[in-house]
Structures are given as structure tokens and as C-alpha cells.
């Protein structure tokens, strides 16, 4: 398909790892993001993995990349109550024009305390 | 500090009416990007500019005109035109090059037109 795919909703307890999942649409793409936004706030880039990479880890924050299946995967460890927010995929596709980058419709992670 | 400012952070029109969203950034980046965000939805990208006057639509820019004379600045306008104009505004901006290009984005003007 032509859009980047992600599950709606996920609800963890505190304390457990949470797992939010990207299908993206194209395997050539080059970079794949993850951003966060909390209520009423703009994005905030949390990390980023090259395409010829397969995993990247960042303190709490763990991203796993499949290219052959174009699925994507960050991990966040001992979720707290403060991770709550809406989560978006984002990728870069090869050869899109002017840095555009195509955006998921978000996950909205609720951590249960 | 570095950064990207949106004002004013809640704006309200009456239909009918033109409105100008700011966006300005400090952060030397090239290139500039508008973005609507609705309820469950998104982001979708409306206009975008990787040089000074010079700018692009993007999927969903009826309604909407961007103008780019400053490498600081790339107001958004939203014309009487736009149908549902109601909506989270988000503007983001970008290094060119073969690097990452990751966006960074400011902190949304919310627009709500009666």
C-alpha cells in the first residue's frame, strides 16, 4: 500500500517494555524515524535508524528494522507513566523530493500505573 | 537557544476570514515544512520549501498559499477557501543533504475557525 501503517492504540503497565509497531511502504527507503508527541505539543525526534542497519539501541529506546518485510519496531523499556503519548513512524523514501518525509497516523501509548 | 517558534498558539477566526500562521526558526535549516494534524489522524503535508522563494504543495495545500522571502520564516496562510480550516498546525524544518534530514518541529498553533 501507499501508507505507512501503524496499530492505533497500545496500553502497557509501568514498568513493562512497550512495543510499537510501523509497517512502511517503500524497501529502498533510506531513513526510518520515530517521533513523539505529547498532548497539545509539537513532535519530538526521538531517534532514527539507517537503512543498512537492522538495529539501533538508545538508552531505554531499542528500534529494530526488517527490511525484507518493511516492518519497523521501537521497544521502550521500563515504560513509565511519562512515556503516555501518541508515537508516528516516519520514512524517507529513495529519490522523495526535498527531504519529504511520510508519516504514519500514530500509536497512542497508555501506560497503566 | 536553538529552536522553532509557532505563534500565537491558539488562534480564532471567524469563517470567512483570512488568518496567518507564523513560523520562524533559528536553527539555519534550509528547508521548511507545514503540516495539519486532525483528531486520529496524521500528519499531512501541505507545503514545503527547501530554499529561499521557492516552495512546493504538498497533498493537501487548496485552501492554503505559503510565501518563503526569509531563510528564518515560512508563514502559513489560510484562505476563506479552505473548507475546514479547524485544526492542529504544525511546522517543522530541516538540514538539506544526504544526511539524516530529520525535521524538527515547532510547538503546533491550534486554529479554530466558527
Known amino acids: 500500500g501507499e501508507d505507512v501503517e501503524q496499530s492505533l492504540f497500545l496500553s502497557v503497565r509501568e514498568g513493562d517494555s512497550s512495543v510499537i509497531n510501523c509497517t512502511y511502504t517503500d524497501s529502498s527507503s533510506t531513513y526510518l524515524y520515530w517521533y513523539k508527541q505529547e498532548p497539545g505539543a509539537g513532535l519530538q525526534l526521538l531517534t532514527y535508524i539507517f537503512s543498512n542497519m537492522d538495529m539501533k539501541q538508545d538508552q531505554r529506546l531499542t528500534v529494530l528494522l526488517n527490511k525484507k518485510d518493511k516492518h519497523l519496531s521501537l521497544r521502550i523499556a521500563d515504560t513509565q507513566t511519562g512515556d503516555s503519548a501518541i508515537y508516528f513512524c516516519?520514512?524517507?523514501?529513495?529519490?522523495?523530493?526535498?527531504?519529504?518525509?511520510?508519516f504514519g497516523r500514530g500509536t497512542q501509548l497508555t501506560v497503566w500505573p | 537557544d536553538g529552536g522553532i517558534t509557532q505563534s500565537p498558539k491558539y488562534l480564532f477566526r471567524k469563517e470567512g476570514q483570512n488568518v496567518t500562521l507564523s513560523c520562524e526558526q533559528n536553527?539555519?535549516?534550509?528547508?521548511m515544512y507545514w503540516y495539519r494534524q486532525d483528531p486520529g489522524q496524521g500528519l499531512r503535508l501541505i507545503y514545503y520549501s527547501q530554499i529561499v522563494n521557492d516552495f512546493q504543495k504538498g497533498d493537501i495545500a487548496e485552501g492554503y498559499s505559503v510565501s518563503r522571502e526569509k531563510k528564518e520564516s515560512f508563514p502559513l496562510t489560510v484562505t476563506s477557501a479552505q473548507k475546514n480550516p479547524t485544526a492542529f498546525y504544525l511546522c517543522?524544518?530541516?538540514?538539506?543533504?544526504?544526511?539524516?534530514?530529520?525535521?524538527?518541529f515547532g510547538p503546533g498553533t491550534r486554529l479554530t475557525v466558527t
Open positions: 536553527l539555519n535549516h534550509d528547508a
Open positions: 517543522a524544518s530541516s538540514i538539506r543533504g544526504t544526511g539524516g534530514n530529520e525535521q524538527y
Open positions: 516516519a520514512e524517507r523514501r529513495r529519490g522523495s523530493t526535498l527531504g519529504r518525509l511520510y
